[in-house]
C-alpha cells in the first residue's frame, strides 16, 4: 500500500517514531538499527510495510530499502512474526545477517534474544538460498544506499523474468563491476546489460 513516506520526525523513541506528513501523523515501528540512524528531528524518509494483525493494522518502517527487504523476508518463515523479525534486525546488520545465514552459521542468529536454536536453523534453511555465501554487495556499492537500491531492484526485476536469486546477484555483480563508476545505471540499464550476459 505504501512503499515510503517522507516528512517531519515529530516525535522518536527507540522502537518507533511519528512522522507528520501532510498534516497527518503517522505511528510507525522500526528496529533499533533504523532508531540508531535518525536525527531527533526533521524531514526523513522511512521504508514501509504494512502488517495486518487479527486485530488492527500496524505500519513499520526502515531506513533502508534492504531493511524492509529483509524484515520482509524473515516473515516469510515459518514460525517469524513481526515481533521477531524486528529483533534481528536490531541485532544485526542486513550484512551481518547475510553473511550467517550464507555460510549457514546458526549460533550468530542463536545469539539474537528471542532467537533460539531451531528457529535459527529454520531461518538458515528457509533463506540460505536467498542470502547464499559470496553474496554480499560488490565493493563499488559499498557506502551508497542509491547504488545499493538500483542493484537490489535490478535482482527482483531479473527474478520475475525467470533468474533465481543467486543467478540474479551474479548477473548484476558481473554487469556493474564492467560499469563506469563516475555514471552509475539506472535499473533498466542494468536489467538490460544482465540480460545480454546472462
Given amino acids: 500500500m505504501y512503499d515510503y513516506l517522507q516528512g517531519d520526525l515529530v516525535d522518536k523513541g527507540a522502537t518507533e517514531v511519528t ?5 497527518v501523523g503517522y505511528r510507525l515501528t522500526i528496529p533499533l538499527s533504523t532508531s540508531a540512524r535518525l536525527p531527533a528531528r526533521g524531514i526523513v524518509r522511512l521504508f514501509t510495510h504494512l502488517h495486518l494483525r487479527e486485530d488492527r493494522l500496524q505500519l513499520f518502517g526502515f531506513h533502508t530499502h534492504e531493511e524492509r527487504a529483509l524484515f520482509q523476508a524473515l516473515l516469510r518463515v515459518n514460525g517469524i512474526g513481526p515481533a521477531t523479525a524486528l529483533s534481528i534486525l536490531s541485532h544485526l546488520s542486513v550484512a551481518e545477517f547475510k553473511k550467517a545465514v550464507g555460510a549457514e552459521d546458526a549460533s550468530v542468529l542463536a545469539k539474537v534474544k ?5 528457529i535459527s536453523e529454520r531461518v538458515i534453511l528457509e533463506l ?8 554480499a554487495q560488490p565493493a563499488a556499492l559499498a557506502g551508497s544506499r542509491d547504488a545499493g537500491r538500483v542493484q537490489e531492484d535490478a535482482i527482483l526485476a531479473l527474478k520475475t523474468l525467470g533468474y533465481t536469486r543467486p543467478g ?3 548477473a548484476v555483480r558481473q554487469v556493474w563491476g564492467a560499469l563506469d563508476p563516475a555514471r552509475p545505471p539506472t535499473v533498466e ?3 538490460r546489460k544482465a540480460l545480454a550476459v546472462g
Fill in 19 to 23: 512522522l507528520e506528513v501532510g498534516g
Fill in 114 to 118: 528471542g532467537i533460539g536454536k531451531k
Fill in 128 to 135: 540460505k538460498d536467498a542470502f547464499p555465501l559470496g553474496a
Fill in 168 to 170: 540474479a546477484e551474479a
Fill in 189 to 191: 540499464e542494468l536489467v
